[in-house]
Structures are given as structure tokens and as C-alpha cells.
């Protein structure tokens, strides 16, 4: 296996992705652009959320022109479905759209790739082999697996977004673990590893500037897309979903969490509010570095459980971590409630 093959890809990504940033950053024009106020970064109004653009830019150039890479149907569908990320993504960073353009964007989104010929036709069986989705040619519930899929990917790690480098860190743990996954002798797909590791080379890049305190954020742009990337991969890698749900058993639980209080009390599932995990800490008193660490450790320590387990033991440690996850959130909210008792 010759390391350039990796490196290159890499080095082209990250640093194209610091020079678009210095230049978003640095220039008058992009320092002087008017975003829209960020009520998930309150106190960030004045800092720019062309990040995402950024690292959507640098992937689509070193993806299109590396020339290992052979660009197949469903890779053309990334590539499309990234272009129609930054087309709405800058348009929602601009002006904040209402739950059901969201909604509507992401449904669009699905159908696009769908059209691409991306399917989920398996699932890793914990006892081994795998099991074939029986109706994953079917027009309405392949599209609706799809669609679950990315819509519950894309919507945790955009609502992760909502502290300085927690959706770019977390990220970054789940693209490296794609990536030494797909270099396994079992596994050994050096196409998924390519796109894996410029992943991890534009995530690198901005969080340069993204780690507390922030001079860019990733904006709808950039955490849409870094979702978006990772649901792909997991597709089209074969039978990475389970490892995909695994290392992101964290903001995936968190998310699932905060639709079910949300459904709960009558609101919508996409409208932004302070019920994640991550602001919840912030009411116990955590700082925002504290808050990203433990995001870091717990999404860490998974990524290494699941790199060095089978199916069954994905499987038996996906319900283990879920389990954990979400007593320690339902814990959380007994804590907030105690203390709002006390006051």
C-alpha cells in the first residue's frame, strides 16, 4: 500500500481548506458580510459561518481531481448532493428558513441521490454474514429508508453544531475510524479510505479555527455536509451503517432524545431550542471546552470499540453505549430539574 496514495489527498485537502478560511477570515469583503444572528451561538453573532463553504469547496477539488478515485453514479450523487448542500446551506446561513423549507430541502436531497442509485440493500448481521433488505428496490421504501437515514445523520450532527468544535471533532473521530476500517484486510476498500482521509484533511483544516474560541463556524454548510459525507460513506462502503450508528451513538441518541421531548411537547422536530445535551451541561455549569472534550472521550472510545469488534460485538455494544447514553441523558434532565427546584 504506497502512503502517497493517502497523503496527497490529504495535504491538498487541508490546506486548501486554511486558505479558503484565511481568505474568508482576512478579506474585507467576506469580514463585512451581514449573517444572519446564530441563536444556537449566541454569542457569536459577528463571526463568520462560511466554514462549512470552506470544506465543501476544498473536498469537492481534491475529490474530483484525484485521479485514483474512479467517479462511479453514486459518487456523482455525492458530489451533486454536496453542490445542492452549499446552494441551500448559504442561502439558510444568509436567512434563517423555517423548519418546513428544512424539511422539504432534505426531502429533495434524498430523492436526488436516490435518482443516483444509491440504496441501503444490507445491513451487517450480528451472527454473522449479512441480511439483504428485502424491499431496498422498492421505489417508496427504499426511498424511505434513505431518507430516515440521512435525515436522522445530517439532523445530529447539525444540531451537535451548537459549541466550538464539537461537530467538526466528532466528525473527524467518525471519518478516521471509516478510514482504518476500510484498510482492514478484511474489509480493504482503498476508494472509501481516498474520500475518507480528504474528509479528515478538510475537517483538520478547520478545526484550526473552529476549537474554542472560534473564529469561523461551519455553519448549516458545513454541518449538513460533514453529516451528509459520513451517511454516504456508510452507504456505499457496503455494511458501514452499523459502524457509523455505533461511533455516533452519542449525538444520534441525543438527537433521537430531543425529537421524542419535542414530539412530546407539541413542537416542531427540526426547531432549534436548548434541549441537546450540550446545553443542558451548559445549565450544570460546564464550559464549552469541558462540554467538547466529553464529546471528544465518549466518541473516542467508542471509534476504538468499534475498530477492533466483529458484527456481533457491534451490535451487543451499540445497545450497551445506547443504553448508557441515554440513562446519562434522562440523569441530566433529573439534575436540571433539581436544580430548578432549588433555586
Same mark, same amino acid.
Given at each position: ?38 441563536? /444556537? ?77 444509491? /440504496? ?224
Amino acid at each position: 500500500m504506497r502512503i502517497e496514495l493517502f497523503l496527497f489527498p490529504f495535504l491538498i485537502a487541508f490546506s486548501l481548506t486554511i486558505g479558503l478560511i484565511l481568505l474568508f477570515v482576512l478579506t474585507p469583503l467576506f469580514r463585512r458580510s451581514v449573517w444572519r444572528s446564530d441563536k /444556537r451561538h449566541a454569542e457569536k453573532k459577528a463571526i463568520s459561518r462560511l466554514g462549512g463553504t470552506a470544506m465543501l469547496i476544498a473536498f469537492a477539488f481534491a475529490f474530483f481531481f484525484d485521479t485514483h478515485l474512479v467517479i462511479t453514479r453514486e459518487l456523482y450523487g455525492l458530489l451533486f448532493g454536496s453542490l445542492l448542500i452549499l446552494i441551500f446551506g448559504l442561502w439558510d446561513d444568509l436567512s434563517e428558513l423555517g423548519w418546513k423549507v428544512q424539511i422539504f430541502f432534505q426531502v429533495a436531497l434524498t430523492a436526488l441521490i436516490f435518482i443516483f442509485g444509491m /440504496r441501503i440493500v444490507m445491513l451487517s448481521n450480528p451472527f454473522g454474514g449479512v441480511w439483504m433488505l428485502p424491499y431496498s428496490d422498492l421505489v417508496i421504501p427504499g426511498f424511505l429508508a434513505l431518507f430516515v437515514w440521512f435525515f436522522l445523520v445530517m439532523n445530529a450532527m447539525n444540531w451537535l453544531d451548537g459549541i466550538d468544535g464539537a461537530c467538526g471533532g466528532v466528525s473527524l473521530i467518525t471519518l478516521v475510524t471509516i478510514f482504518f476500517l476500510s484498510l482492514k484486510p478484511e474489509v480493504y476498500q482503498p476508494p472509501i479510505a481516498i474520500i475518507a482521509i480528504i474528509g479528515i484533511g478538510v475537517v483538520a483544516g478547520f478545526l484550526l479555527f473552529n476549537t474554542y474560541p472560534a473564529r469561523i463556524l461551519a455553519g448549516t454548510t458545513g454541518s449538513m455536509f460533514l453529516g451528509f459525507l459520513i451517511a454516504v460513506l456508510a452507504i456505499i462502503a457496503g455494511t458501514k451503517i452499523a459502524t457509523a450508528l455505533l461511533v455516533l451513538a452519542l449525538p444520534i441518541s441525543d438527537a433521537l432524545f430531543v425529537i421524542w421531548r419535542r414530539l412530546r411537547d407539541g413542537v416542531s422536530i427540526v426547531q432549534a431550542d436548548k434541549r441537546h445535551l450540550h446545553y443542558r451541561l451548559m445549565t450544570l455549569g460546564w464550559s464549552e471546552r469541558q462540554i467538547a472534550w466529553f464529546f471528544f472521550g465518549v466518541t473516542g472510545s467508542i471509534a476504538l470499540i468499534a475498530l477492533n469488534t466483529q458484527a456481533l460485538g457491534k451490535f451487543v455494544a451499540l445497545l450497551l453505549v445506547s443504553l448508557l447514553i441515554f440513562s446519562l441523558l434522562f440523569f441530566v434532565e433529573h439534575l436540571i430539574r433539581r436544580q430548578k427546584t432549588n433555586r
